[in-house]
T-cell receptor
Framework: AQSVTQLGSHVSVSEGALVLLRCNYSSSVPPYLFWYVQYPNQGLQLLLKYTSAATLVKGINGFEAEFKKSETSFHLTKPSAHMSDAAEYFCAVSDPSGGGADGLTFGKGTHLIIQP | DAGVTQSPTHLIKTRGQHVTLRCSPISGHKSVSWYQQVLGQGPQFIFQYYEKEERGRGNFPDRFSARQFPNYSSELNVNALLLGDSALYLC?????????????FGPGTRLLVL
């Protein structure tokens, strides 16, 4: 069984500061990993995904994440926060051995607050 | 191109009633998945359908059922509604439903059970 832990239900940073959102996973096989963003009253939008190619993955809106197998982590970063980054962020895993039939397993989410 | 669409956007029901939620996938996508997102939590997987067949099911009671139509649209049905079924129900589509694929989410249907 897979699980995802997102440390920090709320993260607050100043505009222009580094954004770091943490995600650790538990999986019996190397998983596929995803970061989604959810704005208020909207669905989820993919930021980036790791599919066992490059360990450093670049996504949309200046976000990137690094897959670290030894730490079972896939933390999301952005060098300089913008007010428009304020949203809920979800880390999710997908089990390759299940062929996709098990869907995505999501973490509980991290609410990112940007202070002016 | 249109994204994933869901209807209705909001719904209010009372305990014991039945509800049907609808989803249209992105054109060309043959797989649809359903998720339940309770307030303050991450989405939880309910079903995956591919080519009108159920391929996967999460840990949800039999009150939850779904089906996929020949045009790849899908319905989620919930019987005997409970207060705890109040949530945002998200539909996601992908090409064929493989684990490596990106799932594209619709805006969701917000269900309130009174």
């Amino acid at each position: 069984a897979q699980s995802v832990t997102q440390l920090g239900s709320h993260v607050s940073v100043s505009e222009g500061a580094l954004v770091l959102l943490r995600c650790n996973y538990s999986s019996s096989v190397p998983p596929y990993l995803f970061w989604y963003v959810q704005y208020p009253n909207q669905g989820l939008q993919l930021l980036l995904k790791y599919t066992s190619a490059a360990t450093l993955v670049k996504g949309i809106n200046g976000f990137e994440a690094e897959f670290k197998k030894s730490e079972t982590s896939f933390h999301l970063t952005k060098p300089s926060a913008h007010m428009s980054d304020a949203a809920e962020y979800f880390c999710a895993v997908s089990d390759p051995s299940g062929g996709g039939a098990d869907g995505l397993t999501f973490g509980k989410g991290t609410h990112l607050i940007i202070q002016p | 191109d249109a994204g994933v669409t869901q209807s209705p956007t909001h719904l209010i029901k009372t305990r014991g009633q039945h509800v049907t939620l609808r989803c249209s996938p992105i054109s060309g996508h043959k797989s649809v998945s359903w998720y339940q997102q309770v307030l303050g939590q991450g989405p939880q997987f309910i079903f995956q359908y591919y080519e009108k067949e159920e391929r996967g099911r999460g840990n949800f009671p039999d009150r939850f059922s779904a089906r996929q139509f020949p045009n790849y649209s899908s319905e989620l049905n919930v019987n005997a509604l409970l207060l705890g079924d109040s949530a945002l129900y998200l539909c996601a589509s992908s090409l064929v439903g493989l684990a490596i694929e990106t799932q594209y989410f619709g805006p969701g249907t917000r269900l309130l059970v009174l």
